[in-house]
């Protein structure tokens, strides 16, 4: 079982950068699969971008592809994100995750969330 906590989250400008962070507990996390989703009220949660167990591959949604960045460290039981460019859209509730398979990822485990404001 993994636990896993976000931090990082805040308010930001436009064209701004933010640095999450997610941490996890648990000796079996460097067998998760990882992703980072987003919510804002009244839409679903959507990926934002995903990591294999290793690292070696990775994938982004549309729209945040060439500003978000994920990476993982296994030896620190952490995965981050790196979002440059922020827009205003950008603006939302960030989940991390950690499942199994690939690229069609089930996943089981759930962060609470942090909260990522961009302001105009």
């Known amino acids: 079982q993994v636990q896993l906590v976000e931090s990082g989250g805040g308010l930001v400008q436009a064209g701004g950068s933010l640095r999450l962070s997610c941490a996890a507990s648990?000796?079996?996390?460097?067998?998760?699969?990882m992703g980072w989703f987003r919510q804002t009220p009244g839409k679903e949660r959507e990926l934002v971008a995903a990591?294999?167990?290793?690292?070696?591959?990775?994938r982004y949604a549309d729209s945040m592809k060439g500003r978000f960045t994920i990476s993982r460290d296994n030896a620190k039981n952490a995965v981050y994100l790196q979002m440059n460019s922020l827009e205003p859209e950008d603006t939302a509730v960030y989940y991390c995750?950690?499942?199994?398979?690939?690229?069609?990822?089930?996943?089981?485990?759930w962060g609470q969330g942090t909260q990522v404001t961009v302001s105009s």
């Open positions: 990591i294999t167990w290793s690292g070696a591959y990775a």
């Open positions: 995750a950690a499942g199994a398979n690939w690229p069609r990822t089930v996943y089981d485990y």
């Open positions: 648990g000796r079996t996390f460097r067998t998760y699969n």
